[in-house]
């Protein structure tokens, strides 16, 4: 199959496709026109690199996964390596959360200032009007 049907099929972008194929996760073959040609192999594979992709992991966690990604990556027992990146993954995504709650925080404080600043102004000191807050 070409490249728009395994799209098709997949659910993915050829662009996405291409990408997969540069970083050695899916194969193609070239017909004499020069189009790349994908073997009913390749829609298990994108399936499941997207199954891997929508779970947290990045392309190059999905690497670790090769040896899998024939199968049925979602049902099949996990491996060490596999449970290797994922916790490497979830301890990515939990620091990104921690700092973004942290952000949260700071500027729901910085909001509560302002409000308080706000309400124990009155309008005869300089700067409490509209335009000066």
């Given at each position: 199959?070409?490249i728009g049907?395994?799209?098709r099929?997949?659910?993915?972008t050829?662009?996405?496709l ?5 970083q ?11 189009y ?7 829609v298990?594979?994108v ?6 992709l929508g779970a ?8 670790v996964?090769?040896?899998?990604l ?11 390596a ?15 959360i ?7 925080d700071?500027?729901?404080?910085a909001?509560?200032d ?9 309008p005869?000191q300089p ?5 000066g807050?």
């Open positions: 199959m070409r049907e395994l799209a099929v997949t659910g993915c050829p662009r996405a291409r990408h997969y194929e540069e050695g996760l899916i194969d193609a073959t070239r017909a004499a026109n020069g790349r040609e994908y073997d009913d192999v390749a298990t594979r399936r499941n690199i997207r199954h891997l947290g992991l990045t392309l190059d966690d999905v690497q996964f090769l040896p899998c024939d199968g049925d990556v979602a049902a099949a027992p996990p491996s060490p596999g449970l290797r990146v994922g916790r490497e993954r979830l301890a990515v995504l939990d620091a990104r921690a700092a973004q709650l942290a952000v949260r700071r500027l729901a404080a909001l509560r302002a409000a308080t600043v706000r309400r124990d102004a009155s005869a700067g409490a009007g509209v335009a807050g």
